[in-house]
């Protein structure tokens, strides 16, 4: 039953050389040694120093990293909250509204979301620096978080919450001591993907952010505007690592806790 | 001892209450004022006059007196509106984006299924390593990637220079800067969000469905055909919804691999906000966009609960 026939083998080789190939070509050119970038003129890892001595990309990556460390933290407790709310009080007036403001941010155009931002933040008269960006980002990224928590919470046995609360604990101690800790993995998760959408967004930021809060990727669009350089391969290949890594990594350790939880749950049927 | 449960409950529920109202509260007025109030505004500057001038509209709301208020109202204008349905440009922008959007989502489809099929019918233990190589590149940076393919489609890039040396061409094929980019671009960056539902969709499926079925004699085109496909659809629809909508309003992509031909809603919007600096009409082209959208994203929500 599970021997693949030739044509899922010849899907699955086409469909994932297409996805990472790309991704391939820029890595192995961003160590070419020469200028030209579809030349391969040796091995060379010029250009990555050459990035270490880019102030502007260094100011640019530090406001990033800041403004993604912000927003998926904020955006996490947020979207925590929505997810709770969602899954646990089946009626409370305005819901319908409420979940729309959950969903529609998932699919709305970016463009949409960074003018309407921009124009709130002119009415009301805030200065556009790198807090609208972490706003802005905090807003459309805690919609992420919260769809990711609720999937899990959904699976949560809420008799365990009950019985703390029977037994006479108070309701938000009950849900950090009982609940946080099994929906915690989808917490993570929500406040990686949170970061990593941060990290990616060119538009929004584009419309939100002021003078002297210019990110990673607005820079990288307007050098990629002007054409294909090296050191943009240097750099790319450095975020896709760093993102890689960090996928990976979080990957293998859920998974080890998974096998883990399997095991000791075995063990206990087991005994019992 | 009874008593003693029940008060004890009681307490919990009344603070339950306050925590209750915490949890909605909190996100719920969020919410209200950086997604709902923003698009109240985008109404309203969309009805404004623009103006030379910090910022670059006319104000016309106050919220000073009620008869302040109606004269305000009085003084909105459909200016704007009037402009973008009197330029056949803007009417071309939305259809080609809608063009664009539909054809890049059949193209994800054609290599989407096939590979979700794949995934879904590999070896239990490859199935995960699998699905993270789909989630994969949906976390590395979606700039770089559309990036990635300049270097490709370039008449300098890879591809030509790989065509030029298997002899199948002899002159450099033109496709950056042209509309079949684009198509590349958006069915590269959205493929995952089409393969992740079907796969989700095909492996949950009881594939003792198909055993009895060539069990009876049937052919496995003619199985998947009468059986695997029909039980898929629905997720094969949720795929579509989630390259589709979000390809109409797509900036990135029609303005690194399109280059100037390639007209795109999205991208009209931003060379009217920032080259033009007109906001009225950039805001008129957003509500048009979002009535567009409208549709498809309640479809999209309706499917979306029942499948919940």
Sequence with gaps: MNRLSPFNIV????????????????????FNASRLVTVWGGFSTQWYGALWNNQMFL????????????????????????????????????????SGMIYAPLVMPEVITGLSLLLLFVAVGIDRSFWTIALAHITFSMCFVAVVVQSRLLSFDRSLEE???????????????????????AVAAGWMLAFTLSL????????????????????????????????????????IGVVATGVIAATLVTKRREVRRLRDERLAAEAG | MAQKARAKRARAS????????????????????????????????????????????????????????????????LESYLWVA????????????????????????????PLAYAMARAPQGWRPVLLMLIILPFWTSFLIRVYAWIGILRSEGYLNQFLLWTGLISQPLAILNTETAVYIGIVYSYLPFMVLPIYAGLERMDYRLIEAASDLGCPPLRAFWSITLPISIPAVIAGCFLV??????????????????????GKVLWDEFFANRDW?????????????????????????????
């Design chain 1, 11 to 30: 899907s699955l080789v086409v469909g994932f050389a297409f996805l990472y190939l790309p991704i391939v070509l820029l890595v192995v050119y961003s």
């Design chain 1, 59 to 98: 100011d640019a990556a530090w406001v990033t990293l800041r403004v993604a460390f912000v927003s998926a933290s904020a955006a996490t407790v947020l979207g925590t909250l929505a997810a709770l709310a969602l899954v646990r009080y089946a009626n409370f007036r305005g819901k319908l509204l409420f």
């Design chain 1, 163 to 185: 019985a703390a609360q029977d037994l006479g604990c108070p309701p938000f101690k009950a849900f950090l001591l009982v609940t946080l800790p099994v929906i915690w993995p």
């Design chain 1, 200 to 239: 990616d967004d060119l538009v929004i930021a584009s419309f939100t952010s002021g003078p002297g809060a210019t990110t990673l990727p607005m820079r990288i669009y307007s050098q990629v505007r002007l054409g294909v350089t090296p050191e943009i391969n240097a750099i790319s290949t450095i975020l």
């Design chain 2, 14 to 77: 009344g603070e339950g209450g306050a925590f209750r109202a915490l949890v909605i509260a909190v996100p719920y007025l969020w919410l209200l004022a950086l997604f709902l109030v923003p698009f109240a505004i985008v109404l309203k500057i969309s009805f404004s006059v623009a103006a030379i001038a910090q910022p670059p509209y006319t104000p016309v709301f106050t919220f000073e007196s009620l008869s302040g208020f109606l004269a305000n109202v009085r003084e909105l204008t």
């Design chain 2, 86 to 113: 009197g330029d056949a440009l803007y009417f071309d922008a939305y259809l080609s984006s809608l063009r664009i959007a539909a054809i890049s989502t059949v193209f994800a489809l054609l290599i989407g299924y």
């Design chain 2, 244 to 265: 589709f909508i979000p390809a109409v309003g797509e900036f990135v992509i029609p303005d690194l691999l399109g280059g100037s031909q390639t007209l795109m809603v």
């Design chain 2, 280 to 308: 009225p009409i950039a805001s008129a082209v957003a509500i048009i966009l979002l009535l567009v959208l409208v549709l498809p994203m309640v479809a999209f929500q309706r499917y979306r609960e029942r499948a919940l």
